[in-house]
Structure formats: C-alpha cells, structure tokens
C-alpha cells in the first residue's frame, strides 16, 4: 500500500521526529509512504482565527499535492479534523459568495481521504499491536479535535495497552481541553495558561513519566508549561511512542 | 463593577472590559475559580448522568433542533398565529423592535395600574434589555423572586450564570448578604441565620412571602410560547415563579420573538431535553403554563411584550442564526473550561458562556471592544456543542463570527491580517517556507528562551526549541 504522508507544518518546522516516525512506523507495518514535497498547511490557524479568505489558496494548494493518492495519513488529529470538518464549510461559503465550485469539489474528495494516524492504523491497517515496546508508565491526553471532531474513540488507547512494556494510567478531566487552541492561546494567554496548569497537574498526579498526545500543537502548550515547570513528566507524540522497538528504544 | 444599582445593574455594563482583560482578574481570583471550578463540574457530572438515561438521546436532541429550525424558518407565520391565539384567549400582545420600546411598554403598563412595586420572575431577556434600572428611573421597585437572582440583587451584583446566577457565591458568602442586606428590602434576616442551605432557603421564603401577598403586579418571562393556543411556559425549581404567575392582579410577560414553538405536542421534546441538560432532573420541578387570564383565577389582566432587540439581524444570518434555538439550559457554560476560568462577569453580557459568545456579538453587534472579544474567548473544544440539547454547533458559530471581527478591521486586526496575508502566502510557495525553516533552524542557538514580543506566551510556558532541521529536509536526505 501507498500513502502519502501529510506532515503539518508545526510537525515540519518543529517537530521532524514525530514525523521521521510516522514514516518508519508506517514502513515497518509495510507501507510504502510518500512525501509530496508541494505540501505546506492546511489553512487551521488562518481559518480559526477568521482569515476564510486567506485559507482558500491553501485548500486548493492541499487539493493538488494530494490528488491521486487514496490515503493521506498526518499525525495530526486537529488538521485531520479540518480537512473534513471545515474544508466543505469553506466550500460551501465560496460556493454562497459565487467563487466557484472548486473548492467544495476539493473539500468533498480529500475529506473522506485524509486519516488522523491512529485511525490509518486501526481502520485501515486493521492493526492496535504494531509491535512497539516502550517500558514506561503513559498517560493519555486525547486531544479535543481528535476526540469530538474526530471521534477518535479508543483508538489511540487500544494502540497505547497493545505496546509491551507500558503502563497505561488513567488521565483525570482527559476529556477537558489542554487550553492550546490555536490563536486562543494568545488572544486569551490567562484563561489559556490556567487551563494549561490544570491539564498539567492532573497529568502529574497520575504518576506517569510520560504525557502522550495525537497533536504537538497540544503538546507545546502543555510541554511548555512542564519545561517551565521543571515537572518530572515529558510530552510525546504517539507516532514516537509507537516506533519504540526492543530493538531501538525511544531514549 | 462600580456603583451602587437599584436591583439588577443595567446591561450592558457601562464600560465593560474586553474578555481577555476581565478574564485575567477572575483568574486570579481562587475563590472564585474554587466557586467556580466545584458547582460546574458537580451539574456537569450530573447532567452527563441523567442524559446517559435516555436511550433516545440523540434523536430528542435533533428533534429538538429540527422543530426550532423549522420554527425560524417560518417565524413570521408563527408570531402572527401566536398573537391571533394569545388575544382569542382573552391576552394583549406587544411588539417591542428594541429594549428601549419594550422598557417603556412595561412601565407605561405598570403605570396604569397605578402600582409602585413588581415581583418578577427570572427573565433573561428583562435582564438583557435592563429593565429592573428603567422602571427604577420611573420610580417603580421590582423585587426579583428566583432565589438566585435575590442573591444578585440584594448583593448589588451582576448575574454570572444563565440558570444559577450567583453560581460565584458560595454559602457564606450568601448568608452574609442576607444578613447585611435584607432588611431594606423588606422583611430581615432572622437572627442567627446559618450558612446551612435550609437555613439560608428559609430565610429567603419568609423575605419573600411578604413580597408574593402584596404584589398586585407581576412581571415574567416565559421559554417557551405555544403559537397555536397562545400558552406560555415557564420552567424553574422552586416555586417561587408559580406564585409571581398566580398571584398578582396584572401579569405582565416579556419574551424574545425566538421562544415561539408550533404546538403543543412539540412541548413534549423540551419537557425531557431542558431540565435534563440544565438542572440534571428527569422531570421539571415547577412547569407552570398559562393561556390568557381565566375568570377569578389567576391575573385578571395578561400582556406579553414581543422582543426583538436584535434577533431578525441574528435570524438574517445563514450560519449565526442557529443561536437562535438556544433553549438557555446553560449546560455549554457548565462544560465550558473558559466560563469556568473566566467566571460569568467576563462575558460583559447577561449572557455568558458559549452561548453567550456567540449570541451577545449578534444581538448587540461586533462594534465595542468587549463584543469584538467574545468570538474569541474559546479554545473551539466543542464541549458546548457536544452537550447543547438542540445541537447548536457553537465552535462553527464562533469561527464564523470570527471572520466577521477580522473582517472589520480595528486595532489588533489589522496587523493580524497583515501577518496573516504574509503567512498564508508563504504557505502557498513551499520554498519559501521551507527556507523560512531552514534559517529558523540554522539561527537555533540565538533564539531567546522568551523571544520580545511573545510575551503573553511566555508568561506561564517555555517555547520548544528549534530542531538542527525541518521534517522535509530529514525526508530528501534519508528517503528520496
Ligand atoms: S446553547 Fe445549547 S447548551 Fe447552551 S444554553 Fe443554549 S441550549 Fe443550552
């Protein structure tokens, strides 16, 4: 099987390791991955901000990179979420301003196309064990695109109890947003940071050496607030976490 | 908040803060984040609970939106079958374009009793128009009989909650007010008063007994009016509603045009849906319905004041209108991690919460600061869309609202879409993005921990470093 590999631009810029991970992790599963060189971002913070216009050019841009290729999986759950959630709100607001239909057509074949990784795994590949080992104790912070836009389910979770060696711990208030949301973070910096501070300290009290998330962008946040911290817990991205073998551990 | 109020504050405050600035203050305030933090996750984990009951959820959460939609779609119908209904049954209908229109109706009404004193019943939208200070300036006293909203108004304090206004209090608190402030409102506090809930609710049933028996007037709102009989409903927990229903002379009832519903068969939906997302009940505790005056039962005397204040603008919205369905259950507040952090004062609106970022903006339009604000004050979660009983998609809602602000213009945005402008066409030329990373990684080792400028950022969190180099540069060197 063929995919092509939709990066992020946070993950890109960022954050290479969770997406050296996904590749390796993919290609260990036997898939033939692919990185069409064109992509850059899939328009979420323009679009969350209010900027629909500026995130129009960006659709079109992710439509063409993409064609032709019957998955695209991102280690993302957010621009998973707004590749299908708010590109055919997009289309079909251009479509109300008489601009087109190209971007609803867009919209309506990338959507059902483009996999959050948790979910190529398991939907697709049919896979929860993927053979990792991770001795560590994990505690899981199910991003809010990911759980309700996406509806994740337990995906992750059942990818996560499948790894040898980890010890899942429940997280407490898991459901409840880490405060990141994109520009939120810095149009609402006080309200952010408490939610933030709270997400931290429940993660804390779990015990577990380890935060595991489906989204660096929520990772930054709440690794920020840990690094500031000082906290004895780190933030990591699940791709990293499932690419840990027995014979090449994640340090 | 300054100044000394006669009964509810007005509203819109008079120069209210933006979200950001006033959320800042509540954050630091632990008391009433600590207020805050336990009554929302105590209603939440019960309403989650008594939701999880109904096997049918999601099919009455959609019905419910469906009959709204419907509803909005024809509501000119529906308003004029609901005026014909509510005369037949012997009522006199009003229609108020704005608070100003509908604040002088009222009062010309209550003037023509020749009355000074009203008791009211919770009503958000008297709340919205600020009517308690209009009839004031007319020399008229309405004595607020929810308990939550005595709590308010004898605290000389704004509501922060659609359904438990002084959800900010804690006991204490309240018996302090009770004691303090009673007395010159009526009937005092009795001495020796506790902070046990029994006591502090005795306390409030004696105050306003005295209230009840005295009131010639009374004055409500309604959540729900039925077009083809022309009944109005209220829903509330204690009782105290059913007797400003019953008791007085004139009854005089103010109710947003988006209350409206068909039938009565369509009453059935929100009887499971409201108290369920709202108070956790499966079965309303007070659910008092009235149709026109009856003869020597009841107010002799019923008018109902059609508010609009805003609400065709809303409805005029393809994708804003939907706020319009909202039934005030204030479950998205209860979920809400901004409300809860921010408090309801935050919201510089009668209406806080989620939906109160999403209504308050269209029914007041984007123009002053704090309304400009709103549509930001979310993380776009979804929990609020996930709990609404009518599936308002709230996040859509925002984003949208969102475009518009930005759209506008004004300070801070102007820069922003420059800055937006310049990224997204990055964005769309890959080289000059990645050269863009590429010198961010190259120049790693001279950036700042708290680079100037991300200030706000870096208050309470570190920035990860750079990586030695972006994803794309990995990919050509190892794989292609
Ligand atoms: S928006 Fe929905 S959840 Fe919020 S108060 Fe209105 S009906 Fe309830």
Known sequence: MRVALFVTCVNDAVYPATGIATVKLLERLGVEVDFPAGQTCCGQPQYNTGYRHETEPLVRRMGRVFDGYDHVVTPSGSCAAMVRDNYPRIGHKAAAEGRGPELGEIARSLGPRVYELSEFLVDVLGVTDVGAYFPHTVTYHPSCHGL??????????????????????????????????????VKNPDVSAAMGTDKVAHAASTGAEVLCGAD???????????????????????????????????? | MSGTFVGMPAFPPPDPPAFPRAARDAVRDTTLRENLRHATHTIRDKRAKAVAELADWQQLREAGKRIKDHTLRHLDQYLVQLEESVTTAGGTVHWAADADEANRIVADLIRATGETEVVKVKSMATQEIGLNEALAAEGI???????????????DDRPSHILVPAIHRNRVEIRDIFLDRMGSWGRPAPDGLTDTPADLAEAARLHLREKFLRAKVGVSGANFMVADTGTLVVFESEGNGRMCLTLPETLISVV??????????????FLQTLPRSSTAERMNPYTSMWTGPADGDGPQDFHLVLLDNGRTDALADEVGR???????????????????????????????????????????????????????????CGACYEVCPVAIDIPEVLVHLREKVAGQGGPGHRLEKAAMKAAGWAMDHPRVMAAGERAAARTRALHPKRPPGATAWTDSRDLPAFPEKPFRDWWKKNRS
Request: charged share 20%; hydrophobic share 40%; proline share 6%.
């Open chain 1, 148 to 185: 309700r836009t996406l509806g994740l389910g337990d995906r992750p979770r059942r990818l996560l109890e499948a790894v040898k060696g980890l010890e899942l711990r429940e997280l407490p208030g898991a459901d409840e947003c880490c405060g990141f949301g994109g520009t939120f973070a």
């Open chain 2, 322 to 380: 939907q706020a319009l369905r909202c039934i005030r259950c204030s479950a998205c507040l209860n979920v809400c991690p901004v409300y809860e952090r921010a408090g309801g004062h935050a919201y510089g609106s009668v209406y806080p919460g989620p939906i109160g970022a999403i209504l308050t903006p269209q029914l007041r339009g984007t123009t002053s600061e704090i309304d400009a604000s709103l549509p930001y004050a979310s993380s776009l």
């Open chain 2, 141 to 155: 006293r309405a004595y607020e009989t929810d308990l939550a909203e005595l709590i308010v108004q004898l605290g």
């Open chain 2, 256 to 269: 947003g045009i988006e209350k409206v519903i068909p039938t009565w068969q369509d009453l059935e939906v």
């Open chain 1, 216 to 251: 660096n962008s929520c990772l930054m946040h709440i690794g920020g607030i840990l690094h500031r911290q000082d906290a004895p817990l780190r933030a990591l991205h699940i791709a990293e976490i499932l690419l840990s073998t027995e014979a090449e551990p994640h340090v």
